[in-house]
């Protein structure tokens, strides 16, 4: 019992105090250059916008639902994605005063309040491009010519979505226009890879009618998904729910046969930040599928790639990395997942990486595109 209260008190306590810390660090790197640049700035003013700003979320969040709510989780949602942003605008700017202004005395205030003035210039406008490009969702169209007998006729069209992350800003209003871009796009099955939700379902308003909503989704064989590391928590056992009102056949580790084709969705390999869970390997899954079947899989991080072509799959469906988003964090999640974005083949296996039909918290792409995207499976010419 001690030790399920140190866990929750870590994953709530820790947080917070990580949230504060970076908060102060921005609000003062920021009133620097203010300071710098306009005299006379009232200092009180800025601390109580500020912090305003700050609690507009939290406040939305344990509000009872309304319009009210959605609207102070909206802007909550907004701001904390700049501050996101200027984090990474800080950790430029403060090392260059350190290093320039106060150790080699190389830039005066002034000076040095202009390079602040640009670098978190740049952000904002990272910012302000980023949140409205997020939005512009389009369809991305890849090709994978297969080696299966049992193909069933001259082609497949799949349609993946992924990492749609249900909020007040990926609402109703932006699934009514996925529902509708898919709708024309003549589907054989239509795979939804993980992070449909983002550890919870109470900033999510009107699900039931988003569940409604997703049932016109059409296509000749179902709409399936999997969970990703962001589809867990508490709050699960209404996700899950939330998938079977929307008509959305659910694949934990778990596959369906049809028409020589094999769907398997697997489990995420961290759920909720879980490092040690333990899921079956691809052997396991697949030990009784005969290769001449049509083996599509979907797993929400691309971070299994060989062992998943080395057991003979045709095609894998990931997500998760947002296809980087923004400089730099595109540089680290390259780091980490070498393959983070669009169509590669490994060997006989295609491996496609959605960068997200939409984004969480940073809500911007200043990168590529949020993307629905059409795989047409066709037979391998001999």
């Not at 909503?213 to 000749?220: D, M």
Request: net charge positive; aromatic share 10%; proline share 4%.
């Amino acid at each position: 019992m001690a030790s399920k209260n140190k866990v929750t008190t870590q994953k709530f306590f820790l947080p917070l105090v990580a949230y504060i810390l970076m908060t102060s660090l921005i609000a003062w790197r920021v009133w620097k250059m203010l300071s710098r640049t306009i005299s006379g700035f009232c200092l009180r003013w800025y601390l109580s916008t500020y912090g305003i700003l700050c609690v507009l979320f939290p406040l939305g969040f344990f509000l009872p639902k309304s319009k009210f709510s959605k609207l102070l989780q909206t802007i909550g949602n907004y701001w904390n994605s700049l501050e996101l942003i200027l984090l990474f605008a800080v950790s430029i700017e403060w090392p260059v005063d350190v290093l320039l202004v106060h150790l080699l005395k190389a830039l005066q205030q002034k000076q040095m309040a202009f390079v602040s003035l640009v670098v978190f210039g740049t952000a904002l406008i990272t910012f302000l491009y980023g949140a409205i490009h997020h939005g512009q969702i389009k369809i991305k169209e890849y090709q994978c010519a297969v080696n299966k007998q049992k193909l069933p006729g001259d082609s497949l069209r799949i349609v993946q979505l992924s990492d749609i992350h249900l909020s007040s800003i990926n609402d109703l209003r932006k699934i009514k226009k996925i529902v509708s871009m898919v709708n024309t796009l003549s589907a054989d099955y239509i795979c939804i890879t993980g992070d449909t939700f983002t550890e919870n379902t109470r900033e999510v308003f009107d699900i039931d009618v988003i569940a409604s909503e997703l049932r016109k989704l059409y296509s000749k064989y179902g709409v399936f998904a999997c969970l990703g590391n962001h589809d867990a928590g508490k709050e699960l056992p209404k996700m899950k729910k939330f998938f079977h009102d929307a008509d959305i056949k659910l694949l934990e580790d778990s596959s369906i046969f049809q028409d020589g084709i094999l769907l398997l969705g697997r489990s995420d390999m961290t759920p909720g930040g879980d490092m040690n869970h333990n899921r079956p390997s691809f052997t396991v899954n697949l030990r009784d599928v005969a290769r001449n079947n049509l083996i599509i899989v979907m797993d929400h991080q691309p971070g299994a790639i060989e062992s998943c072509a080395k057991a003979g799959v045709d095609i894998l469906l990931s997500g998760h990395t947002h296809g980087g988003q923004f400089f730099p964090l595109n540089l680290l999640i390259r780091h980490i997942f070498p393959h983070y974005h669009g169509c590669r083949k490994f060997g006989q296996m295609y491996s496609i990486v959605s960068p997200g039909t939409c984004t969480p918290v940073p809500y911007i792409r200043a990168i590529g595109d949020s993307e629905i995207i059409l795989i047409n499976v066709v037979a391998q010419d001999e």
